[in-house]
């Protein structure tokens, strides 16, 4: 990856990288597909900080409005860009199965998103579509002036006080999960450090986090690459590809390698 600064904007050339494929895969809900003079364009956040991001051509990226110190002490992590996913893609590629889906979706990075956001966000996604989720993300942070709150704005609403979030079941599970982490029944930076059967076990401590949003919160929100969550569409891939398991030697990586899987059978199967 290399970047240099033009005016307000930070261009920069990465491979393995596509917006579409990173942004509208599942892994994360603030990015919203906008009109623009580009192939490609999104806007978004990162906890506080907004993001414009356009794909000019091929391995090309424009962050708009963006200085080289914002990029560097945050988007630079956020799109792991210190991953060499072309070599784990190699490593991928031993494997039959996996070599077609990288080579079906070898844009897709594993975004480094905030713990307590991605919890939230995957309480909300349970038996909902992605628009939806969208929806009620969109509401929980225009309520709180465009910001996405903390555990302890969190903990002082109740279930009902929630109804504007029109969440249904899931308004008492975020009120749970608000209420054990400000109170630090639940340290969300201890679990990220923990054994990963530990670290499953306290985020079933909350409320609604059953195996695939403690998955869900471990790969995308704690960067836990050997987390794997196993939803239908991945479900069907262990079951047509690999009834023996998934492949041991990318067992450190699996929760990558799932998302080249779940992109690609979700998509063989529109």
């Not at 991928?92 to 990288?102: G, H, M, N, R, V």
């Not at 608000?178 to 201890?190: F, I, P, T, W």
């Amino acid at each position: 990856m290399d970047y240099y600064v033009k005016s307000n904007d930070v261009i920069v050339s990465a491979d393995d990288f596509d917006l579409d494929e990173t942004l509208d895969c599942g892994q994360a809900f603030r990015w919203k597909k906008i009109p623009s003079d580009y192939p490609c364009t999104y806007t978004g956040h990162f906890l506080n900080t907004p993001l414009t991001v356009s794909q000019t051509d091929g391995n090309k990226f424009i962050f708009h409005d963006t200085d080289e110190k914002t990029f560097n002490d945050i988007w630079y992590d956020y799109f792991d860009f210190g991953t060499d996913y072309s070599e784990l893609k190699k490593q991928f590629s031993e494997d039959k199965t996996l070599k077609k889906a990288c080579e079906f979706a070898g844009g897709i990075r594993l975004l480094r998103q905030d713990s307590w956001e991605c919890l939230v966000s995957f309480i909300i996604s349970q038996n909902n579509n992605i628009p939806r989720i969208k929806g009620i993300i969109d509401r929980l942070c225009g309520h709180y002036g465009g910001i996405f709150p903390t555990a302890e704005n969190l903990s002082s609403e109740t279930p009902e006080s929630l109804g504007y979030l029109r969440s249904g079941f899931r308004a008492r599970y975020i009120y749970d999960a608000s209420r054990k982490v400000a109170e630090g029944e639940v340290s969300l930076e201890k679990i990220s450090a923990m054994p990963i059967c530990e670290a499953r076990a306290e985020l079933k401590k909350i409320c609604g986090v059953g195996a695939k949003v403690a998955e869900c919160v471990l790969l995308f929100g704690m960067h836990r690459t050997e987390a794997f969550p196993v939803d239908v569409w991945i479900k069907r891939v262990l079951e047509k590809y690999y009834p023996n398991g998934f492949p041991e030697y990318i067992e450190e990586n699996q929760g990558i390698a799932q998302q080249y899987l779940f992109h690609y059978m979700r998509n063989l199967s529109e």
